[in-house]
């Protein structure tokens, strides 16, 4: 039987992350579960270079870089720390602990949760074309998580969304050439200095277009597009990014009992949900005036965990000794 925890976060996400950090603060015994083989959550996965200006403190900071850091601050107390696994099923143990079930059959034992999930598990919508498998990791990719690697490239970009706009303007200064291609008339969402950026680097674009076929043996050559006017036409294309939108939803965690509001998990001022036992941070967690910054789960977790520690253990403190006066790092000093 595996052991008993006495939190589990599901999510490894920024505020999964710091919060992992905290129970360490309250001497709790943590075990974090991430469903990505990476941590980091929506910052790994959607704006690793990118530049964060609004953390707290750190004047500006890459994402690769903030999530390191809070990777190295969350191991600080050696919690148990598990990727590649997506929970699913929750049941309720007689003496009130839960077991944690994964969508691939483990299973853990724990006293409280913290779901710290964002918006749920999320996947990218794939460019339907059989051959498309083949080129992706290679030539075909559906984030831009290393800029670098297109630099001089003639780089075709699908899609007409905030995202695929965003990486053009990005990627335009570096590469031989950056064409989008969007099968949508206009660009609606597209601001103003977005479109200006596109206009000033000569990205090429064609809208009332898609593309229907690649072209290579395993490293791209060609893309075929289809414009609704013109018809067909060959572009010459060294890497292809695909913006297509993603997949995203609590999934079966809907089905926990949890009052849910626009998919975000309801919670009261402790940051526990509907549900006695089970707590939500960051992203998922929804309360009047939620502020979706990634600052917002450095003070929901330490919210969570400190209710969290007095309902395990009613006579501690309302909440950990402050860092700078910490017995852990005050030890360490010596
Ligand atoms: C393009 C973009 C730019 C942004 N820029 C900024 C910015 O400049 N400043 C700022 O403050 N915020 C920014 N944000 C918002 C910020 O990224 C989020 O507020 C923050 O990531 C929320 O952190 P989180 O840990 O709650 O959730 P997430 O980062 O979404 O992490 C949740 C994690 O939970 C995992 N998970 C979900 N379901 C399960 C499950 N069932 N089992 C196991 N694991 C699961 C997911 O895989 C994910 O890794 C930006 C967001 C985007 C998309």
Same mark, same amino acid.
């Given at each position: 039987?595996?052991?008993?925890?006495? *939190?589990? /976060?599901? &999510? $490894? =996400?920024?505020?999964? #992350?710091?919060? %992992?950090?905290?129970?360490?603060?309250?001497?709790? !015994?943590?075990?974090?579960?991430?469903?990505?083989?990476?941590?980091?959550?929506?910052?790994?996965?959607?704006?690793?270079?990118?530049?964060?200006?609004?953390?707290?403190?750190?004047?500006?900071?890459?994402?690769?870089?903030?999530?390191?850091?809070?990777?190295?601050?969350?191991?600080?107390?050696?919690?148990?720390?598990?990727?590649?696994?997506?929970?699913?099923?929750?049941?309720?143990?007689?003496?009130?602990?839960?077991?944690?079930?994964?969508?691939?059959?483990?299973?853990?034992?724990?006293?409280?949760?913290?779901?710290?999930?964002?918006?749920?598990?999320?996947?990218?919508?794939?460019?339907?074309?059989?051959?498309?498998?083949?080129?992706?990791?290679?030539?075909?990719?559906?984030?831009?998580?290393?800029?670098?690697?297109?630099?001089?490239?003639? *780089?075709? /970009?699908? &899609? $007409? =969304?905030?995202?695929? #706009?965003?990486? %053009?303007?990005?990627?335009?200064?570096?590469?031989? !050439?950056?064409?989008?291609?969007?099968?949508?008339?206009?660009?609606?969402?597209?601001?103003?200095?977005?479109?200006?950026?596109?206009?000033?680097?000569?990205?090429?674009?064609?809208?009332?277009?898609?593309?229907?076929?690649?072209?290579?043996?395993?490293?791209?050559?060609?893309?075929?597009?289809?414009?609704?006017?013109?018809?067909?036409?060959?572009?010459?294309?060294?890497?292809?990014?695909?913006?297509?939108?993603?997949?995203?939803?609590?999934?079966?965690?809907?089905?926990?009992?949890?009052?849910?509001?626009?998919?975000?998990?309801?919670?009261?001022?402790?940051?526990?949900?509907?549900?006695?036992?089970?707590?939500?941070?960051?992203?998922?967690?929804?309360?009047?005036?939620?502020?979706?910054?990634?600052?917002?789960?450095?003070?929901?977790?330490?919210?969570?965990?400190?209710?969290?520690?007095?309902?395990?253990?009613?006579? %501690?403190?309302?909440?950990?000794?402050?860092?700078?006066?910490?017995?852990?790092?005050?030890?360490?000093?010596?």
């Amino acid at each position: 039987m595996s052991d008993l925890y006495d *939190v589990t /976060i599901i &999510g $490894g =996400g920024p505020a999964g #992350l710091y919060t %992992a950090f905290y129970c360490g603060m309250r001497a709790l !015994k943590t075990k974090i579960i991430e469903a990505k083989n990476d941590l980091g959550g929506v910052i790994t996965h959607f704006y690793p270079e990118k530049t964060i200006y609004d953390v707290g403190g750190i004047p500006q900071i890459t994402g690769e870089e903030l999530v390191d850091r809070l990777t190295r601050q969350a191991k600080t107390f050696q919690p148990e720390l598990i990727t590649n696994q997506v929970i699913a099923g929750m049941e309720r143990q007689e003496d009130g602990s839960f077991k944690l079930i994964s969508t691939t059959g483990e299973v853990h034992r724990t006293r409280k949760i913290i779901l710290a999930v964002g918006c749920g598990t999320f996947e990218v919508n794939k460019l339907q074309l059989k051959e498309a498998a083949r080129f992706e990791g290679k030539s075909l990719f559906y984030a831009v998580r290393h800029i670098q690697q297109f630099a001089g490239k003639h *780089v075709v /970009i699908s &899609g $007409g =969304g905030d995202g695929a #706009l965003d990486w %053009a303007a990005e990627l335009a200064p570096l590469c031989h !050439k950056v064409t989008v291609v969007y099968r949508g008339t206009e660009f609606t969402h597209a601001l103003e200095h977005q479109m200006q950026r596109l206009k000033s680097h000569s990205v090429d674009i064609r809208t009332d277009s898609e593309i229907v076929a690649l072209t290579g043996d395993d490293i791209l050559q060609s893309v075929t597009v289809r414009n609704v006017a013109s018809g067909h036409e060959i572009l010459q294309a060294d890497a292809l990014i695909v913006n297509h939108g993603f997949n995203y939803g609590l999934g079966t965690l809907e089905s926990w009992g949890m009052s849910i509001d626009d998919g975000g998990i309801v919670v009261d001022q402790r940051m526990e949900s509907s549900v006695k036992g089970i707590f939500a941070i960051g992203n998922a967690a929804k309360y009047p005036q939620k502020v979706y910054l990634i600052a917002a789960g450095f003070v929901e977790g330490p919210i969570a965990v400190n209710s969290i520690k007095q309902d395990l253990d009613p006579k %501690a403190p309302a909440q950990a000794m402050v860092s700078t006066h910490h017995e852990f790092f005050t030890n360490k000093k010596v």
